[in-house]
């Protein structure tokens, strides 16, 4: 069963009044979804703050997802673009959210000192890039989200953003994908 078909089947019985079934879904998607608000507010309590808000909108809007518009890690990762902005804007109106980086790391010193100056060259490298091209590219490389995904959460074609992730990659040498 892939992990459509998976989610299909936990929604239909959250829906038909299984109390557990939610949390199903809580439990596969918790850890992505705060690695993705980590990365844009630097912050772990925030995060964790927002991670549950982001849960809770999902859990009381259940009833108006629907599996034919897009997956429901998609509709999930729309919701926290949507909670994050919303926090930018009302906790932190002088604050851009696209200069919020972070790259998780359990390494030992040394290797967090050699990180750290490989990301200080890549976020200089990025920052040339438009906050547009950011969001997309952190989306893209560090959240591992398709295409597909990204165009949905956006609102743009899938051939605009391959093109825009294509171009961002050509016009920096710095700019990896891993």
Known sequence: ?????????????????????????????????FQFLYQRTLNRGVAEDLTSDVFFKALNRIHSFNGDKSSFKTWL??????????????????????????????????????????????????????????????MRFWNQLSFKEIAEITKKSEASLKMCVSRAVKASNRVRCY
Not at 4 to 29: C, M, N, V, W
Not at 95 to 110: C, Y
């Open 1 to 33: 069963m892939n992990p459509l078909q998976e989610d299909a089947l936990i929604i239909t019985a959250h829906r038909s009044g299984d109390p557990e079934a939610f949390g199903q879904l809580y439990e596969k998607y918790v850890s992505t979804l």
């Open 77 to 138: 990762f729309t919701i926290a673009r949507n909670t994050l902005i919303d926090h930018y804007r009302t906790q932190h109106p002088h604050q851009d959210i696209t200069d919020a980086w972070d790259v998780p790391s359990n390494e030992n010193v040394e290797a967090k000192i050699e990180k750290k100056i490989e990301f200080e060259s890549l976020k200089r490298e990025l920052n040339k890039l438009s906050p547009e091209v950011r969001e997309i590219l952190m």
